[in-house]
């Protein structure tokens, strides 16, 4: 079966704390891509980052770095030194590589208050 | 380069009339997917078309929901008729390759968000 899992439904942080949002997928693909997306109150899903299965180096993208471990399926997401424009919904998804398909997990909503 | 267009943005009807919503996809892109958003939830996928033709129905409840993608370009979702668990935001996007590909970005639109009373 395939599925994501954030745990977290709401995480509330005041400004310029690290903050990070966690991912948990099940899959036995062998070739997957793991995506976050970032969804402000606009509505639309803003991609932010694809990540492949056999890519587990982290990223680092200014404020945002990006924590994969293969070992124990996770996918998590930190925002450092958070800022009140962070404040959305973000999803983690699966994607299978041979479909068109993204699984997304249930949401983590951000709250940053200045 | 314009994204991907949805109209209208809110739309509030009563149970049983019928509702439609429509996608303009990114310029060029031949995969285009109609997701459903409940409150709480993550999108979930209703339906995907490669060009015109549909690749993958399986969640779209077909006893009230239909779609349809002219040409391979724009595309309508349709409910008829409208139940009050239909409420929720509509999602539509594009991506420019089509299936089977990893790195096949999916663009979305702002979507529609349905209030069905």
């Known amino acids: 079966a395939q599925k994501v899992t954030q745990a977290q439904t709401e995480i509330s942080v005041v400004e310029k704390e690290d903050v990070t949002l966690d991912c948990v997928y099940e899959?036995?693909?062998?070739?997957?891509?793991l995506f976050w997306y970032k969804q402000p109150p606009s509505g639309e899903l803003v991609f932010l980052i694809r990540r492949n299965s056999f890519d587990e180096q982290n990223e680092i993208s200014g404020r945002y770095s990006w924590n994969f471990q293969k070992s124990t399926s996770s996918f998590n997401f930190t925002i450092t030194a958070s800022q009140v424009v962070d404040s959305a919904v973000y999803f983690c998804?699966?994607?299978?590589?041979?479909?068109?398909?993204?699984?997304f997990g249930t949401g983590t909503r951000l709250q940053v208050f200045p | 380069e314009a994204g991907v267009a949805q109209s209208p943005r809110y739309k509030i009807i009563e149970k049983r009339q019928s509702v439609a919503f429509w996608c303009n996809p990114i310029?060029?892109?031949?995969?285009l997917y109609w997701y459903q958003q409940i409150l709480g939830q993550g999108p979930k996928l209703l339906i995907q078309f490669q060009n015109n033709g549909v690749v993958d129905d399986s969640q779209l409840p077909k006893d009230r929901f239909s779609a349809e993608r002219l040409k391979g370009v724009d595309s309508t979702l349709k409910i008829q008729p409208a139940k009050l668990e239909d409420s929720a935001v509509y999602l539509c996007a594009s991506s420019l390759l089509a299936g089977g590909r990893g790195n096949n970005e999916q663009f979305f639109g702002p979507g529609t968000r349905l209030t069905v009373l």
């Open positions: 899959t036995r693909d062998t070739t997957y891509y």
């Open positions: 310029s060029g892109h031949a995969t």
């Open positions: 998804a699966l994607f299978r590589y041979n479909t068109d398909k993204l699984i």
